[in-house]
């Protein structure tokens, strides 16, 4: 049964949002608006994945690179976090949707800070959706920390099992995505949960993201139905 549901539907989906800034550059828009029709569209992709039955979604929101762009969009994607939090999360508790967070919080501002922490409260017993939001995320960061954590811990070599590495990442207590879907077409994992995507599927679309509507997402769910997973093994049939 597990391994028809792992072949059939994915569990966990996450999504490197990518391309909001081209799609406003072809409307000729600032790229905080491609931004906001990201978030716009989000809305979008969170009613399709309770409709599509995907318990799971991690979207890549804020890389621990992109403190490197212009100091305005930094800004402008922060200020788009915490309207988000002030504005959609009545909406999003009273949906059950569970909110969780994967990256350093600590970058942020002190205000910014407590309220994913408040949001993260107030959801934590929801179950219709999980929205684990990679914010301030690297998975280079991730894995170092992780190994910070676990020699602060005093743990030994023979400790360190894939097992026990697991629950020293921000993901801990998740399972490892079993599809990772990229849109805007470029074919890059951008430091996203490399350890975790191991033995992920991958799809990309051209799509940029504020178009990467219901459908579109159907058909990720589709293209990852007909794929023939072996987790390095052969198959089983
Ligand atoms: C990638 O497009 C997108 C981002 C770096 C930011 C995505 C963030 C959001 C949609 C906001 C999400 C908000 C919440 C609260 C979860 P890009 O700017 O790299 O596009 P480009 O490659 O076309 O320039």
């Given at each position: 049964?597990?391994e028809?549901?792992t072949?059939?539907?994915?569990?966990?989906?996450?999504?490197?949002?990518?391309g909001?800034?081209?799609?406003?550059?072809?409307?000729k828009?600032?790229?905080?608006?491609?931004?906001?029709?990201?978030?716009?569209?989000?809305r979008?992709?969170?009613?399709?994945?309770?409709?599509?039955?995907?318990?799971?979604?991690?979207?890549y929101a804020?890389?621990?690179e992109?403190?490197?762009?212009?100091?305005?969009?930094?800004?402008?994607?922060?200020?788009?976090?915490?309207?988000?939090?002030?504005?959609?999360?009545?909406?999003?508790?009273?949906?059950?949707?569970q909110?969780?967070h994967?990256?350093?919080?600590?970058?942020?501002?002190?205000?910014?800070?407590?309220k994913?922490?408040?949001?993260?409260?107030l959801?934590?017993?929801?179950?219709t959706?999980?929205?684990?939001?990679?914010?301030n995320?690297?998975?280079?960061?991730?894995?170092?920390y992780?190994?910070?954590?676990m020699?602060e811990?005093?743990?030994?070599?023979a400790?360190?099992?894939?097992?026990?590495?697991?629950?020293?990442?921000?993901?801990?207590g998740i399972?490892d995505p079993?599809l990772?879907i990229?849109?805007?077409?470029?074919?890059?994992?951008?430091?996203?949960?490399?350890?975790q995507g191991?033995?992920?599927?991958y799809?990309v679309t051209?799509?940029?993201?504020?178009?990467f509507?219901?459908?579109?997402?159907?058909?990720?769910l589709?293209?990852?139905?007909?794929?023939?997973?072996?987790f390095?093994?052969?198959?089983s049939?």
């Amino acid at each position: 049964m597990k391994e028809e549901q792992t072949l059939r539907k994915p569990e966990h989906v996450a999504i490197i949002m990518d391309g909001n800034g081209r799609w406003a550059r072809a409307r000729k828009l600032p790229r905080l608006a491609g931004h906001r029709a990201g978030v716009e569209n989000l809305r979008r992709i969170l009613r399709a994945a309770v409709e599509f039955d995907v318990p799971i979604l991690t979207i890549y929101a804020f890389s621990t690179e992109n403190w490197d762009r212009p100091a305005d969009e930094v800004e402008g994607l922060m200020n788009i976090l915490q309207d988000v939090i002030d504005h959609e999360l009545d909406e999003l508790h009273k949906n059950g949707v569970q909110l969780r967070h994967i990256g350093r919080l600590e970058k942020l501002s002190p205000v910014l800070q407590e309220k994913v922490q408040h949001a993260i409260d107030l959801t934590s017993n929801n179950d219709t959706l999980v929205l684990n939001i990679a914010w301030n995320y690297g998975g280079r960061d991730e894995i170092l920390y992780a190994i910070q954590s676990m020699m602060e811990d005093g743990l030994s070599p023979a400790d360190v099992t894939e097992e026990t590495f697991s629950r020293y990442l921000f993901t801990a207590g998740i399972p490892d995505p079993d599809l990772i879907i990229r849109t805007s077409g470029e074919m890059r994992v951008s430091n996203f949960l490399i350890w975790q995507g191991a033995y992920a599927e991958y799809y990309v679309t051209d799509t940029y993201f504020p178009d990467f509507d219901r459908d579109a997402f159907r058909a990720a769910l589709d293209s990852y139905a007909a794929r023939d997973r072996r987790f390095g093994r052969v198959h089983s049939t």
